[in-house]
């Protein structure tokens, strides 16, 4: 796997004129969720290449899939890299509620989680209501996720997969990876501002996946890319043999419902899929000789 540019912070002179003479004005964060919206809205990257309806970015594309599999889909907000800033901490994703709740990380997940309905797209009364009481009312539920089981694949996936595709899309050459969120036209000091943004951005990306696989971050501890995407490749292997047993079932783990393994699982996969080769020479082939995980993608499509 490419390992690409090395990490430079930005330089000080370009940092305090970038800080005086702001390049790119972005919106203060209440002003980006003062208007509450009808319907739930999922703060995405993007948006993203033509033939793709949801986010490449795989956190993204996660919460998309899991409102999707929910409840029929949530509306998305496409963010580029600086719209991060009008979000919660920062942080995207995040879910604008019904109720003007700006979620993130657990709690958005939660908030789906409380809203499960059938996969065709009826919202429950809930979605429209504000008070949060009424949420779960004649809401049915699954208890899956509470499987020591579940709870096992899961932990795979965010310490294996997750940081695989996240290093083949954040960490391989931009000649080469797919293009998570559209380039924007900037005016020369801008594009020079923000490429040293983006390479503090693939610093934070490496410190990410460290934390992820369960090890320190920070520059003094190595990042091995071949042992990343060889643990990638065994949980494949393992999530085949899984998916194979459980052929029959619409979700993961013969479970009664969606839940956040599922679109978690579901994003890394699709993701995979389409990954160019010149940025990927593992993941994509172990997922090409497993039918079952192919034909599980398929039936979860958009």
Known sequence: MPFGRPSVPIPSPLAHFYAKFPLVTLPEPEEAYQQTPAKPKIWAYGPPPIGHSESLDPLCRAAQAYARFAFGGAETRWLDWDGKESSPEGRVPALHTPSGDLLTGDELDAWIASHLTDKKGRFPASLFLFEAETADKDVPHTDASAEPSHQAYLSLV?????????????????????????????????????????????SDRIDEIKRLRGGKSGKAVALDLDEVEREAVEAIDALEVKAQAAQNSDWFDGASG???????????????????????????PALERSPALLEWIEKHDP
């Open 158 to 202: 965010l310490t294996t997969l997750l940081p695989a595709v996240l290093a083949a899309l954040y960490l391989s050459p931009a000649s080469v990876a797919p293009e998570v969120v559209p380039t924007v036209s900037r005016p020369f000091l801008s594009s020079v501002a923000h490429v040293y943004l983006t390479w503090n951005d693939r």
């Open 258 to 284: 969606p839940s956040k393994l599922d679109a978690l699982l579901y994003a890394l996969l699709s993701i995979i899929k389409i990954l160019p080769r010149a940025c990927d020479d593992a993941l994509r």
